[in-house]
């Protein structure tokens, strides 16, 4: 990955207090370690991973600028633009939170570890 664009994630991901920018569940960068809860195997670890998404995306004119940076997890981000016609951010921000509220996103898992909760996004960021 770019240097430019590795900035531009890391940027989101701290902007966004470690969270999807779709369904918000909390995200790891690094380690699955960085996570607060363990996790049951590595494929369950990189549906999580944070990835960085281009809201407008490359092939149409999208660039690496922090502006079009989002910090999203591996699941949000590849069923996106596994879609012939992907829809706009912020239309699929909706789509994925109706899921997400009926508890049919993620993996059961995800929801009994509380990565979906908000409580500790507004907790002080670990440094690097």
């Known amino acids: 990955m770019p240097k430019r664009l590795q900035s531009a994630r890391l940027l989101a991901y701290h902007r966004q207090h470690r969270r999807c920018y779709y369904c918000r569940v909390r995200i790891w960068l690094r380690s699955p370690d960085e996570l607060p809860t ?3 195997s590595a494929a369950a670890a990189a ?3 944070g990835t960085a998404e281009h809201l ?7 660039t690496d600028c922090s ?11 590849h069923t996106r633009h596994r879609r012939k016609n992907p829809p706009s951010p912020s239309e699929y921000r909706r789509e994925v939170a109706q899921r997400v ?3 049919k996103w ?3 898992w995800v929801y009994e570890a509380g990565l979906l909760n908000e409580s ?3 907790k ?3 440094q690097p």
Do not use: Q, T
Not at 56 to 62: E, F, H, M, S, V
Not at 67 to 72: P, Y
């Open 124 to 126: 002080p960021k670990l």
């Open 38 to 40: 363990a996790v049951p």
């Open 120 to 122: 500790d996004a507004a």
């Open 67 to 77: 502006d079009n940076i989002a910090a999203a997890c591996a699941r949000c981000n």
């Open 56 to 62: 407008l995306p490359r092939c149409d004119g999208g």
């Open 101 to 103: 509220a009926k508890g």
């Open 106 to 108: 993620h993996h059961k």
């Open 47 to 49: 549906a999580i991973r």
